[in-house]
């Protein structure tokens, strides 16, 4: 039987490329993702015609049991899961205090913080009585620091990155890795960062940072730590590390 | 007319020490808590009977628009707030991630995340318009790391952190002060620590931190920091700064 | 006898400001610098002016023996010494790595972090028999991230914070107050950024950061925030603060 | 012509293993330390018996040129380097800052720190011209938090933190890779961890966590994550990750 990867928010930047990688060394990727099934139905023909196997998921994670469902149904129907990836993003663009309504800044905290809680209490229980498995979470900037007009997705984030630190330190002991990883930069990625701009500016800011198609995230690279991560041997485990292209600034530094 | 400074959170503790001291210097003390009106009496009572003035109001912050009407009453009723002092906590002790409800999760975030931000979008704006204010945070260690069984503390306190760094990013060039007050310790509290530890263990730990009661942190000492920060002139403020006794170790240390 | 502040660094900015501050409060003032005899000799007469009393030492701190004679002479002829000011910079603008000479960066270490050891080396010990004593330290945004160009300062810095921990780890149990205050932003100073600028520069930048002079850092108000965390009561000790004018932005916010 | 990699402080444990790894992946290995010559060529031999390359050099670092001259013959000699491994250690143990002398605080900033700068003024340049280059540098927790009795090896390890800092601000963007390995935890090593406990306390540690040894940091393990971050592509660069055996305590943690 198969390895499981379970990808939460699988569209076509970080979450379905990390699913394909891991397909591609074997697992199978179980990719869950809101909405867009043309697009979820072409990540599992992609992994399919590559050789691996895939099953896709149209999930609301914000739904009460929808995340309790999938998690529960993968176990059942698929297979023990072996590595999640939870990459909800909760980033609503930027909002003054005034603009960033209660429920604005409640989603933030539903996605982005909550929806993580559900899938470790979901998940980390199983993994634990298999003394085995791993949990990695993509971060932002936000989990780290607060900018002007981040209200909802600073304190989202920011709830993310301990929640991570309680998971790891009751569990690392336990033989599950839960990893934190900083994404500290602009993806390249259309489902996210290309509509947030809209496809014209996305296409200004690809050609903005080079040629070399470098001066971006480029998932397919991400997705290479993303793996190696969760194939460390649980005698040198990292928690947290930051990812960011070599022509960005780290969020630390000013010019 | 008096200033008004207004303590949300205001138990035997922090937060009413803080506001007698605020009384002390000539505020009007506006004391709001969930429950114990005999206690919060009392806190008026030596107020009034110090020479200053204050009113006392029992509130359930986590109802539905609560914080709102306290804010918006003694603004009405009382006078400009100057100083909101944000004192809620939200440990309930360590629980494993199995032990740990949605609901315990989740009314974390509402007292220690959503609640602030909640003060936040009902006071600043009216602060922002006077050109003045000053919003003062206790926090508490969990906002900078997450230790096993902390999950809701730890997520909540998080949030919170992160929520005061965009509130000061926003706020501080409009002349509103947003400080974060980091708690690295045991407070001398019969109303929290004391009900935590139930009084004879409590009794026991007064003992065992020396004669000098200066062994956990004493309210009235820390009171007059909080006065200090929220009196820095703004050429020179004060975003972040820790509180612990002097025989504590601080979080980030080891034995 | 009065109670003696040791200020190690005593330009006309922070450090001189802030003896002045103490002075009034009563203790008794010794400024050190390294050069400008002029300067210093106006610094203890405008302290003793205001009816207040000083002493100004000409002092290379980066001199073989001349902190510890310094401190030795202090305690023995003028009284012990309750609280000191470290606070010399080594900042010397940016420079590429190739532009960083192995000198400058070990003139950066010893001025900037081994000169901090060579105080506590000097003065703690006699603090800790007394069971009590400051050790108040001016560090910059240079101590917790480091910008291209600042190869020697961000090191020197980044030591000295650390150092900070170690000896407030060590000596706040016995009595001794470590304090790590992080200036970040730029101060209205003469001496220092005044001289780094150039007067015209200055000037300009003053006038841009707006008429009520409360755009950079004023020395007479920081001296305030210095003088309550000396006399913080030890059941409430701060460890480390920031310090920014508020129209500044934070070092990790970014616009 | 073989890629080469060069790691200075190529002891038994991390530094030697990893040059191991390097060296089975194609690359030439250079591996200096300063004594047992005997160990050195144990470890060459290793890498030529198992099909690789390397060259070993009994190197002084703390000595004036020894590191400069060590680089400028590696590249006129051997080829360009690709990668180098700085793996200088300077932990001394516990010492009070009373039995701290100034000569033990300088090594600890010449071993930790200045070496650091040197090696980086040597190799950067060259990496920059080529447009290419990974430095990695292994560090400790006492880089983030000092610890009582760590007074030369947390300044000089924080020194270290920042300094890396600024050189990836400075050369990232040139296309040159500055990683910091924050290796928070005992490492199963007979030169450094070994000789520290002596023989008998090291097995008795060894014991002590585990029959898998998995509850040390293992260096066959760990060279996988250098590895790693070595070859990660530019558009997703790490900077900082941390390194710890499932079994330990993060340093942010306390039970």
């Known amino acids: 039987m198969k390895k499981v990867c379970l990808v939460i928010g ?21 990719l869950a993702r809101r909405s867009d099934e043309a697009g979820l139905q072409r990540l599992v023909t992609d992994i399919e015609d590559a050789g691996g196997s895939a099953t896709g998921c149209l999930v609301n994670a914000i739904e009460e049991g929808a ?80 900018n002007e007009g981040q209200h909802s997705h600073a304190a989202a984030m920011g709830g993310r990155r301990m929640l991570c630190q309680t998971l790891n330190a009751e569990y690392a002991p336990r033989g599950v890795h839960v990893a934190h990883i900083l994404i500290d930069g602009a993806v390249d990625a ?11 500016n996305f296409a200004k800011l690809r050609a903005a940072r080079g040629e070399a198609h470098d001066g971006l995230l480029v998932p397919e690279h991400m997705a290479e730590t993303y793996f190696h991560i969760a194939h460390q041997h649980r005698s040198a485990w990292t928690h947290e590390l930051d990812l960011r292209a070599h022509s960005d600034l780290a969020w630390w530094n000013h010019r």
């Not at 699988?10 to 179980?30: E, L, M, N, Q």
């Open 67 to 146: 995340i309790e469902d999938l998690v529960a149904n993968t176990e059942a129907n698929i297979g023990p899961i072996e590595v999640v990836l939870f990459n909800l993003g909760a980033q609503i663009g930027n909002r003054s205090l005034e603009d960033t309504s209660y429920k604005a800044f409640e989603t933030g905290w539903r996605l982005a913080t909550f929806a993580l809680f559900r899938v470790a209490s979901s998940v980390l229980p199983a993994m634990e009585t298999r003394g085995r498995g791993t949990l990695l979470v993509t971060s932002a900037t936000a989990a780290v620091r607060g």
């Open 10 to 30: 699988a569209g076509a930047g970080i979450g379905g490329t990390v699913g394909k990688r891991f397909a591609a060394d074997g697992y199978h990727a179980v």
């Open 190 to 200: 259309p489902d996210t960062l290309g509509k947030m701009l809209g496809p014209e």
